[in-house]
């Protein structure tokens, strides 16, 4: 999408005083940071001097730029346990934006460190940190230790929340709204339900976002309730539930949608990585090393919740009980899925049926599961010991997935589980002159001759009989190498101290029992 025409149309909209800005400095101008917002007009820039502020701020509906000089690090707002330490509840916009702070020492029933009620905010590198969300009346409960959100739509970028605590959302609770969180971090927060964050009646947008070490009764690192969320490229590892799902929890009519996720080492009484009272969707996910302590390792699905699972894979998943990988009690659909050497100590370590009967097609389930295109072999994986769950070439996952999905990004069939196998691939150290390179190919044929190329010149593309090369003429081979049983292939070789520092160095492999080539690289002589 271009930027610059959408930035335009939304500053036509802006009333003209915003567009006459000024920047004002936080104590040089204004003695306080709320001095220097309400001194501010709509457009102008705040800058915040390094420093703890102790005092609670509310930007009282002004469309302007609140800014640390040198990030959360060095500038802290401090609540000083006398409320919410940052509020919007005027409306704020996207044009009300607050940028490199830390948010601590805050104490509300509602939003500890920061509080938006109908308002959509933009909140860029800030760490809310030891916030607490409490009630002293034991009839109530409280909301959101790191940040309150009421009918709102904020957008995060970068943002941090550790060590908050409330009864709903140690990190973060969101009701009726509709957030956006981008590469935002939730770590050590604890609540009864939803140690991270707790969405109820919302739809929730997370990307590149990551749970760790969050506690709390259900959902030790995110509680879903009446919500829509949709997460992609997550990672939710070491959080604890004392109930379900101590990666995630998904309760009563929740519609999350996940996509390439991660879940591990995550821990709770059922459901160590995902518990599943509701429709759920995952695709390309990966559950390792969760643990449960009665049911489902890996995900525990109840009774009446709809499951489907597309393209996941669940290994070294451990259950007290039943269900080592997954733990079904309703109608389950798995599609291009991998579960292999989960563990139970009662039944079922792959697969445990309460009362059900999941649907499981072209998957590779160790021990056999009746379906069509099922199979029950070693996959394969490159390093299961390092938790690389990559195939290697000879895996009996590889293009045996369910013909009628969508082919793999390099236009072959779909593959079984949650990351598809990536060809042959060329790593090369640092070429530093008279020092040695080490050149590596992975994901070649076993036992069959690599070859690999190189050119002083460019990166092509350059037509040949082994297809389009990344590599321009004049190109010099290096002798073939075979590769091992696991198809990686060595070289070794001096970098001449002749080489000029700065040269470009273009390569790429070509395997002669796949008929295939590698990624080009391009490296620079250091």
């Known amino acids: 999408m271009t930027r610059i025409p959408l930035i335009l149309t939304l500053l036509a909209l802006l009333p003209a005083s915003a567009l006459a800005q000024s920047t004002w ?7 306080t940071i709320q001095l220097g917002i309400d001194g501010s007009s709509n457009g102008d820039t705040v800058i915040v001097r390094d420093g703890t502020y102790v005092e609670n701020i509310n930007f009282n509906g002004m469309a302007i730029i609140l800014k640390s000089e040198n990030g959360p690090a060095t500038t802290i707002i401090d609540g000083n346990q006398a409320g919410s330490v940052v509020i919007f509840e005027s409306g704020e916009g996207s044009y009300s934006v607050f940028e490199g702070f830390t948010v601590t020492n805050g104490n509300a029933i509602q939003g500890g460190g920061m509080k938006c009620i109908s308002s959509s905010p933009t909140l860029d ?23 309150y959100c009421w009918r709102s739509s904020p957008t995060l970028d970068n943002c941090t929340f550790t060590n908050n605590t409330a009864y709903y959302g140690g990190g973060m609770y969101c009701w009726r709204s509709s957030p956006t969180l981008d590469n935002c971090t939730f770590t050590n927060n604890t609540a009864d339900n939803g140690g991270g ?7 929730p947008t997370l990307e590149n976002c990551m749970f760790t070490n969050n506690t ?23 959080n604890t539930a004392d109930n379900g799902g101590g990666g995630m929890s998904s309760y009563n009519a929740s519609f999350p949608t996940l996509g390439n996720c991660i879940f591990t080492n995550n821990t709770a009484d059922n459901g160590g990585g995902f518990y599943c009272a509701s429709a759920s969707t995952l695709k390309n996910c990966m559950f390792t090393n969760n643990t449960a302590g009665t049911w489902g390792g890996g995900m525990y699905c109840r009774y009446s919740s709809s499951l489907t699972l597309k393209n996941c894979t669940f290994t070294n998943n451990m259950a007290g009980t039943q269900g080592g990988g997954i733990n079904c009690a309703s109608a389950s659909t798995l599609d291009n899925c991998i579960l292999w050497d989960n563990h139970a100590n009662v039944g079922g370590s792959e697969i445990y049926t309460n ?42 996952c590889i293009d045996t997935g369910n013909p009628s999905s969508p082919p793999d990004a390099d236009g072959s069939p779909a593959d079984m589980g949650a990351f598809p196998f990536e060809g042959l691939k060329l790593h090369c150290s640092p070429l530093i002159p008279g020092q040695i390179a080490h050149i590596t190919a992975t994901n070649a044929t076993p036992n069959n001759k690599v070859w690999v190329g190189y050119s002083l010149v460019g990166g092509g593309p350059h037509s040949s009989p082994w297809g389009d090369l990344s590599l321009s003429p004049p190109i010099t081979s290096l002798s073939p190498r075979l590769a091992n049983s696991e198809g990686q292939m060595r070289i070794h070789r001096n970098v001449p101290s002749t080489l000029p520092i700065g040269q470009m160095v273009w390569m790429q492999a070509f395997d002669a029992g796949s008929w295939s080539l590698s990624n080009g690289i391009s490296l620079t002589v250091q």
């Not at 590198?125 to 940040?147: D, H, I, K, Q, R």
């Not at 964050?197 to 739809?203: A, F, L, P, R, V």
């Not at 709390?216 to 990672?235: F, K, Q, R, V």
């Open 25 to 31: 400095y936080v104590p040089d101008d204004f003695a």
């Open 125 to 147: 590198n800030c760490t809310l940190t030891n916030n607490t969300a409490y009630t002293p009346v034991v009839s109530e409960v409280s909301y959101g230790g790191g940040m």
């Open 197 to 203: 964050m707790t969405s109820y009646g919302n739809s």
């Open 216 to 238: 709390a009764g259900n959902g030790g690192g995110m509680y879903s309730i009446y919500s829509s969320p949709t997460l992609e490229n997550c990672i939710f590892t070491n």
């Open 355 to 396: 009362n059900s009967s999941p649907t499981v097609t072209y998957s590779d389930v160790k021990g056999g599961w009746s379906g069509t295109g099922n199979i029950d072999a070693d996959p394969l994986f490159v390093d299961p010991a390092n938790n690389d769950f990559h195939l290697l070439i000879l895996s009996p």
